[in-house]
């Protein structure tokens, strides 16, 4: 099993720019959510989702969508890139009890000029 | 919001000695958790403790949870260049599946 693949590893975007991170993962896991990472800072929840068609913001949404449109998938959406995004994003997942032992990918490091 | 904070901030021991990290937080939780994360990796999942339970064991880590005083602490033992990393609590008070990370905690191992 590969776990939870990130793709791309490193992101260097303009501001204005659009893109989208990859997450997918392998295990069956009915919750994802995507984090990001700051210097100093404690992770910092984006969006999740407890399963196919079903998504909700976290503690930092706005310039960020997602959706899941199947259980493997969670792709985040960076609509219009800002320096203020610039961060190490994590995607994570986990089986029932939701949230307990969630299992990360090795993150996508994203640059804003 | 930050829920949990790790202190210190930053450890610096030798090889074979105890390192003792420990984790505040400011509301009632249903559980709390530690992970590791290596320079430029993902975390990976340590220990979950409950709001039940006092003291929990895994190989050379040992996590204590004091509800009265909102904190807890996580012992490694015995340790080993390859515990060189940053450790985060994650509390869990119920609130929508979110959890609430601290800042970290940076262990170095010193050979």
């Known amino acids: 099993n590969a776990g939870v693949t990130q793709t791309p590893k490193f992101q260097v975007l303009k501001t204005g720019q659009s893109m989208t991170l990859q997450c997918a993962q392998d295990m069956n896991h009915e919750y994802m959510s995507w984090y990001r990472q700051d210097p100093g800072m404690g992770l910092r929840l984006i969006h999740y989702s407890v399963g196919a068609g079903i998504t909700d913001q976290g503690e930092v949404p706005n310039g960020y969508n997602v959706s899941r449109s199947t259980t493997e998938d969670f792709p985040l959406r960076l609509l219009s890139a800002a320096p203020s995004q610039t961060s190490v994003y994590f995607c994570?997942?986990?089986?029932?009890?939701?949230?307990?032992?969630?299992?990360f990918g090795s993150g996508t490091q994203l640059s804003v000029l | 919001s930050q829920q949990g904070e790790e202190d210190p901030q930053a450890l610096s021991i030798q090889e074979g000695e105890n390192a003792t990290m420990n984790c505040s937080y400011k509301?009632?939780?249903?559980?709390l958790q530690w992970y590791r994360q290596n320079s430029g990796r993902g975390l990976v999942h340590l220990i979950l403790?409950?709001?039940n339970e006092r003291e929990k064991h895994s190989g050379r880590l040992r996590v204590t949870l004091d509800t009265s005083k909102k904190s807890s602490s996580l012992l490694i033992t015995a340790s080993r260049a390859a515990d060189t990393a940053s450790y985060f609590c994650a509390t869990d008070a119920g609130s929508n599946y979110q959890l609430i990370w601290g800042a970290g905690t940076k262990l170095i191992i010193k050979p």
């Open positions: 403790i409950r709001s």
């Open positions: 994570a997942s986990s089986s029932p009890p939701i949230g307990e032992k969630l299992f």
């Open positions: 509301t009632s939780i249903n559980n």
